[in-house]
Structure formats: C-alpha cells, structure tokens
C-alpha cells in the first residue's frame, strides 16, 4: 500500500499541476485524446 501510494501521489500532483497550467483548453485536449 504504501509503495502504491508512492506511485500514485505523484503523478496524481503531476497531472494536477499540468491540467492547471493548460487549463481549460488542456483537459478538453486530453479528454478527446
């Protein structure tokens, strides 16, 4: 569990961070994508 969550906190923040930074357009992008 806790290797898991190692995992997973940060590419969850990365995603976070970049869906952000793109905003709106981005994670329209990405949902088409």
Do not use: I, M, N, Q
């Amino acid at each position: 569990d806790v290797r898991f969550k190692l995992v997973v906190a940060p590419g969850h923040s990365y995603y976070r961070t970049l869906r952000e930074k793109l905003g709106w357009s981005g994670r329209l992008h990405f949902g088409y994508k």
